[in-house]
């Protein structure tokens, strides 16, 4: 049968309420207020605190909720796996000082003394503001099987620590820097720009953790 009214029902499905089209949320991107994107930011700020106390391969998520006090839920609400957790940490922490880095040696290019001094400094500087930086450079990227440096090669590739070793090499063979360096040294300075090369260095200082 027809309806009595269909007026009237063609109003009331004009009014009815339609349902809102759900977005999925971004891996590791709160999905409220303030207060959850500073507990994100601290999250992650414990999580290298650990990693360079501990290593990565012996930080677990779980742990990384107990230094915070917060439930392991509330970890794996922010972060699904610590693969996702590291990619974060690179992406957020090591990733904005990179092109910096990379402008030291393009700024020097006939200056290896200039490029060298800067590129230490900098170094310097962030170990300084960052006192998790140092130690997790000797565990996880010194470390021929750090999963950092993996995860950071796997990301970025070798593209911009090739460059730099590349120059390292042009000034030695101009006689402008020592060519006779030591392979403990030598080795340890390709490490070092290996680092930076990649972009290794906070974008933020570490919170206090409360």
């Known amino acids: 049968?027809?309806?009595?009214?269909?007026?009237?029902?063609?109003?009331?499905?004009?009014?009815?309420?339609?349902?809102?089209?759900?977005?999925?949320?971004?891996?590791?991107?709160?999905?409220?207020?303030?207060?959850?994107?500073?507990?994100?930011?601290r999250l992650l700020d414990i999580a290298l605190t650990l990693f360079a106390r501990h290593g990565i391969a012996d930080t677990t998520l779980a742990a990384i909720a107990r230094e915070a006090g917060v439930t392991p839920a509330m970890?794996?609400?922010?972060?699904?796996?610590?693969?996702?957790?590291?990619?974060?940490?690179?992406?957020?922490?090591?990733?904005?000082?990179?092109?910096?880095?990379?402008?030291?040696?393009?700024?020097?290019?006939?200056?290896?003394?200039?490029?060298?001094?800067?590129?230490?400094?900098?170094?310097?500087?962030?170990?300084?503001?960052?006192?998790?930086?140092?130690?997790l450079w000797m565990r996880e990227v010194?470390?021929?099987?750090?999963?950092?440096?993996?995860?950071?090669?796997?990301?970025?590739?070798?593209k911009n620590q090739k460059s730099m070793l590349d120059s390292i090499a042009q000034w030695q063979a101009e006689g402008r820097l020592n060519a006779d360096l030591e392979p403990g040294a030598k080795q340890i300075a390709r490490h070092a720009i290996a680092l930076l090369a990649h972009g290794a260095g906070p974008q933020t200082p570490v919170s206090k953790q409360r």
């Open 142 to 158: 010194i470390s021929e099987d750090g999963l950092l440096k993996r995860q950071i090669r796997k990301r970025l590739g070798d």
């Open 75 to 135: 970890v794996h609400y922010y972060f699904k796996t610590r693969d996702q957790l590291l990619d974060l940490l690179i992406e957020e922490r090591f990733l904005p000082v990179r092109v910096s880095v990379a402008d030291v040696f393009k700024a020097n290019s006939d200056d290896p003394v200039a490029a060298i001094t800067q590129l230490t400094q900098r170094l310097m500087d962030i170990a300084t503001e960052h006192p998790w930086f140092a130690p």
């Open 1 to 41: 049968m027809a309806p009595r009214n269909p007026g009237k029902a063609a109003v009331r499905e004009l009014k009815a309420p339609r349902k809102r089209a759900t977005v999925p949320r971004r891996p590791g991107r709160p999905t409220g207020n303030a207060a959850g994107v500073d507990q994100r930011s």
